[in-house]
């Protein structure tokens, strides 16, 4: 019997860790997103979701927003469910006037599909390509669609979902004065992704006022022999490079240094990005070797 026992232990352990693991949304993360409203204003807020409720048959994730990360005051939004049989996600409003749950990720699509989003209006997107990129340690699926109104592509991530906006994918192809993009996702204890299109997390004011001193910069920028990465006198940790398929190729301490030296030699041709947190902030980039 004692045989027996430690035998079906051992094929029943992987099938509960990968129940545990099959997240297509993972919700003990921090969504921060970028809004871009009417005469160029923008604001930044938060996505969050904490305990459970029941619409219909169905249970979900309550999500709420803030305008703060603390979340001192929040406000809900509806609730979050995953059919990891079918590899869906959806959203429901808590307003029933609302309408249905809505799918906000379908990472079922493959290249060349196409599916039916009701997030502001009965539309068609399609999947332009699929890749993975590292995602928290872990390999993850990602679908790139084509490009919005705004000029920006738009890409769903496992475990993050769409570019765009957790409960508004596809928005900017709907609606042309009213943009939404994530710009970084938070798990508990560190900064798990960020939007390679913005170079901070937490962006605030008005978009004709977006030109701040630069963190961090590189040049000469494409790098053809040795360039420099100044710091510009910020309190900066751990200057990590990243390829374009999302692996961490170098990492660089910069604590207590004004600049770093970049040598093309040490890396393939190409375009990269980076990443470092600096007093405070998250400072990401990117730059070409040539």
């Given amino acids: 019997m004692i045989r027996k026992f430690k035998v079906l232990m051992f094929f029943l352990l992987p099938v509960s860790l990968f129940a545990q693991e099959a997240r297509y949304i993972d919700s003990t993360y921090t969504w921060t997103v970028l809004s871009i409203g009417f005469a160029n204003n923008y604001s930044t807020a938060y996505l969050r979701m904490k305990g459970d409720t029941v619409f219909g048959a169905n249970n979900y994730k309550k999500l709420y927003s803030s305008g703060d990360s603390a979340f001192s005051l929040s406000t809900y939004e509806g609730g979050i469910r995953q059919d990891t049989l079918n590899k869906k996600v959806y959203f429901r409003s808590w307003d029933i006037g609302c309408g249905p749950e809505e799918t906000i990720a379908d990472f079922s699509l493959h290249k060349g599909d196409s599916s039916q989003s009701y997030v502001c209006a009965p539309m068609f997107y399609a999947v332009d390509s699929v890749d993975s990129v590292y995602i928290d340690g872990a ?3 990602r679908q790139i669609y084509g490009l919005s109104l705004s000029g920006m592509p738009e890409y769903s991530i496992e475990g993050i979902g769409s570019s765009f906006s957790l409960i508004k994918p ?3 192809f709907c609606v042309a004065d009213l ?3 994530v710009t970084c996702v ?4 560190s900064i798990v992704w960020t939007n ?5 997390c937490v962006v605030s004011g008005t978009q004709e006022n977006t030109t701040l001193p630069e963190v961090i910069s590189i040049s000469p920028n494409p790098v053809t022999g040795i360039s420099v990465i100044e710091l510009n006198h910020h309190d900066c940790g ?3 490079i990243f390829d374009i398929n999302g692996r961490c190729v170098s990492s660089l301490d910069c604590r207590a240094k004004p600049y770093l030296l970049l040598h093309a030699a040490d890396y393939k041709k190409g375009m990269y990005f980076y990443r470092a947190e600096c007093s405070g902030s998250v400072e990401s980039g990117k730059f070409i070797i040539k």
């Fill in 139 to 141: 390999l993850k699926m």
């Fill in 170 to 172: 596809h928005w900017n």
């Fill in 179 to 181: 943009e939404y993009h």
């Fill in 186 to 189: 938070h798990s508990k204890t």
């Fill in 196 to 200: 390679p299109a913005f170079n901070n």
């Fill in 238 to 240: 751990v200057f990590k």
